[in-house]
């Protein structure tokens, strides 16, 4: 049976008053990954917005047992958790790791990639707010071109995102999926997928971010809407080597493939400032032929 | 008095020592990376993996910084955590020391001691291990091969009881990749020694608790209405750890005695320093060559003795002093140095010594950095200096002096 809003499980893994800023995605991302789970996981969680989230000793707002660890540190520590689990005879527990995208493109590659290549059998999930939020908004490999931050403060950043997605397709692994906080039920419906399968599963999850992006808090869903319907974000999952297509992605192509200009959602967003209409256009250009990379490998259309 | 049992000695070098000793401690998870002279020690523990003998997940990382991440994310779900590494991958390392202290959690590690770049070197020093002083881990140096066995036993029935990780030491080739007899013992006694690790905390879904919470620098008020420490109080609570395992660390050294017949109910041991009016004082396999070197002065009428450090951290600032009470001068060799100041087993004795009534010459000498020999002959003349630096003055120099050719 397919998720709705009327059939997702009502218990809350996540409980209110917790820390994060108003209009987070992180924490609606959080929340459904964890209902998928059932809360039967433990979790492993870098320096991030989420072990803000996660509240402060000795209370916490996480309804999950959860091992805090080290930025650089997040991939080894599910292969612990693993290997200390599996030592003990322990089954029937997900391990899960939540980490940025700082803590996941850049100081977290290592021991990412290190596990995965062990195939270590966790669950990854990047939330990808597409900056180093919880330190006030700086550059990270995931900070869109033209994006201002705190150390691109005048020219915007210079260089593309890195497609973390396809290095850890890159990887072998047996599960790779995107998904966007705008769409829960996209993301409930590939945490429970992933928990079914063996190996090491890497999800991608983009989290419009109201105080680092600088948007109104109100605006979260429909910014990530926005991304998903402009093709800067594809929604899809790779199992097996098969590609295919999901949710809204899913739907745009059926419908004819056509995406929304990517301008609108460049200009209503603070952090583009400073973006120039070149950059805007080369923008464009890179989306096109993405989104027709993605139809053409598409085995679900 | 040593207990009768038959003995089972092999022919071992350090590295082979330490990875029996882990199999017999029964490791669950080992994780680690190659480096120099650590690597047969991690192939030692996959072969065991490998065939069978060793019941363990033993995982093969990408990093020393990952390997002590594994361990850690191990142990606290309960699996008793063993790693090695020297030099550079104990340096890598140094983020998640901090972390494996401080989550109390009780790893085992050994450390193959070997100096630090830059420039490359890869033979014996112990810069990096006293590099990682402060990190709240327990620290015991071996002199011997047996040592090493039998430490990282102790090691583990030592950690689990006041849940503080322990680093056994063990100086790079002179120990490592030198083979000497070493007595193993049964499985069935080990087992008895050790008992199986019980967590302090556990990860259980049905009752979820969460590790490492960001803690603000004052206590706090719980939901069930109840004060929980600070990062303060949880720090001191570290130091006072650390401050009682010397008693644990002396019961697990005479418990070991009992059972297997090798006495390690001493934080240090001395040698010719009963009446003894200079002591040398050195730590791992350096205070081995230290004996000949007393015995060399003694023949020429000099009442030297050897005080050889085996735990550094706790530091035994009383049992020191005691064994200290009788000496003229004290002489100390330390193989690593912190740069500024002096070696780093100096300044604790001189600490020590402050305050206490007894006023020896204290002379420090730093040797065998990057692997450079040290021979027995070159500590008598040392000796003899510091002896005759005496007749100048009794105030103890500033700067240690360096056995070296500048």
């Known amino acids: ?301 | 008095m040593a207990v009768q049992r038959k003995s089972n000695i092999h022919i071992l070098d350090g590295n082979q020592a330490a990875a029996i000793a882990a199999k017999l401690s029964r490791v669950q998870v080992v994780a680690a990376y190659p480096i120099t002279p650590q690597t047969p020690l991690t192939e030692q523990l996959s072969q065991f993996v490998e065939d069978g003998q060793l019941k363990a997940e033993y995982v093969a990382v990408e990093s020393e910084h990952s390997a002590m991440a594994v361990c850690t994310s191990a142990s606290i779900v309960g699996a008793r955590a063993f790693t090695a590494t020297s030099s550079h991958g104990l340096a890598y390392m140094h983020e998640m020391l901090h972390w494996a202290a401080g989550a109390r959690l009780p790893i085992v590690m050994a450390c193959v001691n070997r100096a630090l770049g830059a420039p490359w070197n890869v033979l014996n020093d112990q810069q990096d291990s006293i590099s990682q002083r402060d990190t709240g881990w327990i620290q015991i140096y071996c002199r011997n091969n047996q040592d090493i066995l039998d430490t990282v036993i102790q090691a583990y029935r030592i950690a689990e009881k006041v849940y503080v990780p322990v680093m056994v030491c063990y100086d790079g080739y002179i120990l490592s990749h030198t083979e000497m007899p070493v007595d193993i013992p049964e499985q069935v006694d080990v087992d008895r020694y050790l008992p199986p690790y019980k967590p302090h905390t556990t990860l259980d879904p049905d009752n979820p608790k969460n590790y490492n919470l960001v803690t603000l620098a004052n206590p706090r008020i719980g939901v069930d209405g109840k004060l929980c420490h600070g990062y303060m109080e949880l720090r001191y609570l570290l130091q006072e750890a650390l401050q009682n395992s010397a008693e644990v660390i002396r019961d697990a050294g005479k418990e070991f005695n009992a059972i297997f017949g090798r006495d390690y109910s001493n934080m240090f041991w001395e040698e010719r320093n009963e009446d003894a009016e200079i002591t040398i004082v050195a730590m791992g396999s350096l205070a081995s060559e230290a004996i000949v070197a007393a015995d060399m002065l003694r023949e020429e009428g000099i009442k030297a003795g050897v005080l050889g450090l085996r735990v550094f951290r706790p530091f035994p600032k009383q049992d020191v002093v005691q064994a200290l009470r009788k000496s003229r001068l004290i002489v100390v060799f330390d193989k690593n140095v912190s740069y500024g100041s002096e070696g780093a087993t100096c300044s604790e004795i001189k600490s020590a010594l402050y305050g206490t009534y007894i006023n020896a010459a204290i002379r420090n000498f730093i040797v065998g950095l990057g692997g450079r020999d040290v021979k027995a002959r070159e500590l008598v003349e040392a000796t003899k200096k510091a002896i005759s630096s005496l007749k100048e003055t009794v105030t103890n120099p500033d700067y240690p002096e360096w056995i070296c050719h500048i």
């Open chain 1, 1 to 301: 049976m397919k998720a709705n809003a009327v059939n997702l499980i009502e218990k809350e893994w996540i409980l209110p008053g917790n820390r994060t800023c108003p209009g987070c995605a992180l924490s609606l991302a959080y929340r459904h990954t964890l209902k998928a789970l059932e809360g039967q996981c433990i979790v492993t969680v870098p320096a991030s917005c989420a072990t803000v989230m996660h509240g402060m000793y000795p209370i916490s707002a996480v309804n999950v047992p959860c091992v805090n660890t080290p930025f650089a540190s997040t991939g080894a520590s599910a292969t612990g958790l693993v290997a200390g689990l599996r030592a003990l005879g322990r089954k029937g527990i997900t391990v899960l790791a939540f980490a940025g995208d700082g803590g996941t493109h850049d100081i977290g590659i290592q021991s990412l990639s290190g596990a995965a290549e062990r195939q270590y059998d966790f669950l990854y999930i990047c939330y990808d707010n597409e900056g180093y939020m919880n330190t006030g908004n700086q550059r990270s490999g995931s900070t869109p071109l033209g994006a201002v931050s705190g150390t691109t403060p005048v020219l915007g950043k210079q260089q593309y995102q890195k497609d973390m997605t396809a290095i850890m397709e890159a990887h072998g692994i047996p599960y790779v999926a995107t998904c966007s906080a705008s769409y829960p039920l996209d993301l409930y419906e590939k945490v429970k997928k992933a928990k079914t399968i063996e190996g090491t599963r890497f999800i991608h999850v983009h989290t419009p971010c109201p105080p680092g992006w600088l948007f109104p808090f109100s605006d979260t869903i429909k910014f990530g809407e926005m991304a998903v319907e402009t093709g800067l974000v594809v929604l899809y999952e790779i199992e097996d080597n098969i590609f295919r297509l999901t949710a809204a992605s899913e739907s745009l192509a059926r419908k004819g493939g056509n995406l929304q200009p990517v301008r609108e959602y460049f200009k209503s967003q603070g952090r583009f400032k400073t973006i120039t209409e070149e950059q805007i256009d080369e923008l464009q250009q890179w989306v096109n032929a993405r989104w027709k990379h993605c139809l053409n490998r598409a085995t679900n259309l």
